[in-house]
């Protein structure tokens, strides 16, 4: 799926004024530039591997997914309709550690599915990765 960098964030993050900032003013700059804008923080970091699913972007999946956790290739849901991210709660577990509380909602031939999520990252030489999660 292509996305115009003027389009609303997949990842729904506001502005202070609440407006969805632009995808190119949000996730773009880590989705399209993993290589050289790495995410700040572990809440950057998800949100941005939520607009990826989105976007069908396999590579910075990969890329983002910790080393001893990465699956060999990724296989997206055909038709699957993305609804919208809430991000419930982001907590520093420690120096290099931390997790991100989300629910992601998609649709799938018409059956709604709510995905509810404790994740955790590690922060390895300046990067986040995802490292897994627990489902609620």
């Excluded at 115009?4 to 900032?21: D, I, M, N």
């Excluded at 591997?49 to 972007?57: D, G, K, T």
Aim: hydrophobic residues 45%; charged residues 25%; glycine residues 6%.
């Amino acid at each position: 799926m292509l996305l115009l960098p003027s389009a609303a964030c997949p990842c729904g993050r506001t502005h202070p004024k609440g407006h969805v900032l632009a995808y190119a003013d949000c996730c773009a700059r880590f989705v399209e530039h993993f290589d050289t804008t790495p995410a700040p923080d572990a809440e950057h970091l998800m949100r941005s591997r939520y607009s990826a699913f989105v976007l069908e972007h396999a590579p910075y999946l990969l890329a983002t997914w910790h080393a001893s956790q990465r699956p060999a290739a990724l296989d997206f849901e055909a038709g699957a309709k993305w609804l919208g991210l809430q991000v419930k709660n982001f907590q520093v577990t420690g120096a290099n550690t931390a997790e991100v509380e989300f629910v992601a909602r998609f649709r799938i031939a018409g059956r709604a599915v709510r995905l509810h999520e404790r994740s955790r990252f590690v922060r390895e030489d300046g990067r986040w990765f995802y490292v897994d999660g627990d489902q609620f």
